[in-house]
């Protein structure tokens, strides 16, 4: 069975700051990994994914995350916030293979930008 | 840009009513799927499907659930006597690879 952890329901950011999302996960086979973004009103958009390629995966609206194995970890950054980075995003992790698309689900994180 | 469709936005039904809700995938999508987000939980896996069948299914996704791609175009959910504790938001999803693309969401309010 698979896991995810967000560490910290809320974050807060300065615009311009550095944003750090945390996601832990836990499965028992190589995961895939996924970060998704929801605004408010609308439906789950895919950041980015790993899916056992690179381990610095690139995504959209200037977010990265790494997949780190001894860590079990797949954080979110982004240099700078911007404010209309604000939203809730969401951590999911799945076996891959043909459960691609059973994903389990982080409990979200609200990131908040401030000026 | 393709997306995924869900109608309607928001539907009400009294407890024990059967209520359908709807989802046009992506067009060239195979895989299609439904999620749920009861209020302050997590987003849930309820059900994948693949080739005109179910592929996998929750244990959330008992008797009272049923999935059908009636055309070429349409994905349902039905839930045949809904509860209270079936009040929540219903994502349909679709997918050709790895990185579902959701619609926005039903919110189901069961009173």
């Known amino acids: 069975a698979q896991s995810v952890t967000q560490l910290g329901s809320h974050v807060s950011v300065s615009e311009g700051a550095l944003v750090l999302l945390r996601c832990n996960y836990s499965s028992s086979v190589p995961p895939y990994l996924f970060w998704y973004v929801q605004y408010p009103n609308q439906g789950l958009q895919l950041l980015l994914k790993?899916?056992?390629?690179?381990?610095l995966v690139k995504g959209i609206n200037g977010f990265e995350a790494e997949f780190k194995k001894s860590e079990t970890s797949f954080h979110l950054t982004k240099p700078s916030a911007h404010m209309s980075d604000a939203a809730e995003y969401f951590c999911a992790v799945s076996v891959g293979g043909t459960s691609y698309g059973k994903l389990t689900f982080g409990q979200g994180t609200i990131l908040t930008v401030h000026p | 840009e393709p997306e995924v469709t869900q109608t309607p936005s928001h539907q009400v039904t009294q407890m024990g009513q059967e209520v359908i809700l709807r989802c046009v995938p992506i067009?060239?999508?195979?895989?299609f799927y439904w999620y749920r987000q009861i209020l302050g939980q997590k987003v849930e896996f309820l059900v994948s499907f693949y080739n005109n069948e179910i592929s996998e299914k929750s244990e959330i996704f008992d008797d009272q659930f049923s999935v059908e791609r009636p055309d070429g175009s349409n994905f349902t959910l039905k839930i045949r006597s809904t509860k209270l504790e079936d009040s929540a938001m219903y994502f349909c999803?679709?997918?050709?690879?790895?990185?579902?693309?959701f619609g926005q969401g039903t919110r189901l309010t069961v009173v």
């Open positions: 067009s060239n999508h195979l895989y």
């Open positions: 790993y899916t056992s390629a690179a381990t």
């Open positions: 999803a679709s997918s050709e690879a790895p990185g579902l693309d």
